[in-house]
């Protein structure tokens, strides 16, 4: 870097992290195994003016800019080489009003810090599956969890944001202030500037029957499974995870390796009605582990282990319906695979999520039925390359008449596939806006919306 651009940082309050500093390897850790990106500089912002210094760094010196919260990007676009990361995580300040049921917090935070502390009223937002992934990068891209269908996609609670643009500016977003750039923050991800706060609602969810599932994946019991998840009253929201059983403690011996339902169930609503709603799910085979019970939200996320970095590669699809043909393919796929561990994931969507307007927010697949990740994951890198054309395969196989696509699960797979997951005039709008605030696409490391040139879309 040069002289002059190590002397605009001078004046950050946070951390300046570079090449040869004891937590510079640390700091330029992301969660997806097989990045070894080397920044010229990291910056840990610790408030607004620091991220106006730091976009300002970038539009002046024309580096490449990574902005990261949780570091959880399926594409690593939260790391780059000889560029600059502006690192949210010691933004992490949260105020919970219990009374007006609001939170307003920094985005440094992951879902499981918010989560715990807003539990502490009683209080939930529903963020996804994973404690340690960032408030910052799920939200912006939309965010699908385990309250999906009871209260709807994460933005579909987010009420106001910070954002800071590329020309430096800090731009609070509500319904009323800059309702452009607050729709297109709502499922557009990092193309539109920094988020440094959002305030969310907050809905009242203290006990819940939750936890994991685990049922032998036969034909029969996948297609029963995704039919009683549909059927299921709004309050349960479920992931059915069809992968070999893992070879973990509480799983007996005889099963490792055999294909199964590792089944995520949360009901957000009383005990009893909980019970009533999961029993038909025990009764769909003799449960290989039954870990669902009565608890607190907050214990849908188990700690996460630090030193986990898997190898991944994966796809993203949405399909309409899951029958016995559907079933057999995913089985017949799975069985033909060598990777370690391979997975189809089936998130059942509808319920207050679909309730939303499609041209309400950037998230345009209100009215996708089902959310399929296909994914590979390897132990060595060199293994990626060999798993990656049957997790594309596997995809195009299970492909119905949903062409979209969830922005947040997408890896690095090329502009049509952002396209898929800003169908039509979500497009179009979110161009003419990404124009507005960010003419020169300064805010690129991103499943990106590159500026529209003015002219109507053909
Ligand atoms: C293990 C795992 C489980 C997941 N489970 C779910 C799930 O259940 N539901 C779901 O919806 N998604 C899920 N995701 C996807 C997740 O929502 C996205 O990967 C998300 O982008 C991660 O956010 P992050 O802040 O942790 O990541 P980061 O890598 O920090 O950010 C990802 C991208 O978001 C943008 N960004 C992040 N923060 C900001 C900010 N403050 N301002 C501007 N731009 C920003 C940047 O473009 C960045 O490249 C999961 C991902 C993983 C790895």
């Known amino acids: 870097m040069s002289t002059q651009a190590l002397a605009d940082l001078s004046g950050v309050t946070g951390q300046v992290i570079r090449p040869g500093d004891a937590d510079y390897d640390r700091a330029r850790t992301v969660f997806l195994g097989g990045v070894d990106r080397r920044p010229a500089v990291i910056v840990r912002v610790a408030n607004n003016s620091d991220v106006s210094r730091v976009v300002a760094l970038a539009r002046d010196t024309g580096m490449p800019l990574a902005v990261r919260s949780g570091g959880h990007s399926g594409a690593a676009y939260s790391v780059v080489d000889d560029g600059i990361v502006l690192d949210l995580a010691d933004m992490r300040a949260l105020q919970i009003d219990a009374e007006r049921r609001t939170a307003s917090a920094e985005t440094g935070l992951t879902a499981a810090e918010f989560t715990k502390a807003a539990d502490a009223d009683g209080l939930a937002v529903g963020f996804g599956d994973t404690g340690s992934v960032g408030i910052g990068g799920i939200t912006l891209g939309g965010g699908v969890g385990y309250l999906v269908r009871k209260?709807?996609?994460?933005?579909?609670?987010?009420?106001?944001?910070?954002?800071?643009?590329?020309?430096?500016?800090?731009?609070?977003?509500?319904?009323?202030?800059?309702?452009?750039?607050?729709?297109?923050?709502?499922?557009?991800?990092?193309?539109?500037?920094?988020?440094?706060?959002?305030?969310?609602?907050?809905?009242?969810?203290?006990?819940?029957?939750?936890?994991?599932?685990?049922?032998?994946?036969?034909?029969?019991?996948?297609?029963?499974?995704?039919?009683?998840?549909?059927?299921?009253?709004?309050?349960?929201?479920?992931?059915?995870?069809?992968?070999?059983?893992?070879?973990?403690?509480?799983?007996?011996?005889?099963?490792h390796g055999k294909l199964v339902i590792f089944a995520m169930l949360c009901y957000a609503g009383a005990v009893e009605a909980g019970e009533r709603a999961i029993a038909p799910f025990r009764a769909l085979a003799t449960p290989i582990v039954d870990m669902v019970k009565p608890g607190r939200y907050p214990e849908m996320y188990p700690p996460d282990d630090e030193s986990y970095h898997p190898l991944a590669t994966s796809r993203t699809l949405f399909i309409d319906k899951v029958d016995r043909g559907v079933a057999d393919l995913i089985l017949e796929h799975l069985s033909a695979s060598t990777a370690p561990m391979r997975v189809a994931q089936l998130r059942v969507l509808g319920g207050?999520?679909?309730?939303?307007?499609?041209?309400?927010?950037?998230?345009?697949?209100?009215?996708?039925?089902?959310?399929?990740?296909?994914?590979?994951?390897?132990?060595?890198?060199?293994?990626?390359?060999?798993?990656?054309?049957?997790?594309?395969?596997?995809?195009?196989?299970?492909?119905?008449?949903?062409?979209?696509?969830?922005?947040?699960?997408?890896?690095?797979?090329?502009?049509?596939?952002?396209?898929?997951?800003?169908p039509g005039a979500t497009w179009d709008r979110l161009a003419a806006i990404k124009r507005r605030y960010d003419p020169t696409n300064l805010f690129r490391l991103n499943q990106n919306i590159p500026p529209s040139d003015g002219r109507p879309e053909r």
């Open 151 to 255: 209260y709807g996609l994460t933005i579909d609670d987010l009420l106001a944001a910070d954002i800071v643009t590329a020309d430096g500016e800090l731009h609070h977003v509500d319904a009323e202030a800059g309702p452009d750039l607050f729709w297109a923050i709502r499922g557009g991800g990092g193309n539109f500037g920094v988020a440094t706060r959002f305030q969310y609602r907050l809905h009242p969810v203290g006990a819940i029957v939750g936890g994991m599932m685990m049922l032998p994946a036969t034909a029969d019991v996948i297609t029963s499974f995704i039919a009683l998840s549909e059927a299921a009253p709004e309050e349960l929201s479920t992931i059915g995870n069809v992968m070999p059983a893992p070879p973990m403690p509480f799983v007996p011996a005889e099963h």
């Open 352 to 422: 207050a999520m679909a309730r939303v307007p499609v041209e309400a927010t950037a998230f345009a697949h209100r009215r996708s039925r089902i959310m399929v990740n296909c994914a590979a994951i390897c132990e060595r890198p060199e293994e990626m390359a060999m798993h990656a054309p049957w997790v594309t395969g596997f995809a195009a196989a299970m492909r119905q008449s949903d062409a979209g696509a969830y922005v947040n699960f997408l890896a690095e797979e090329g502009p049509a596939r952002v396209r898929a997951a800003y």
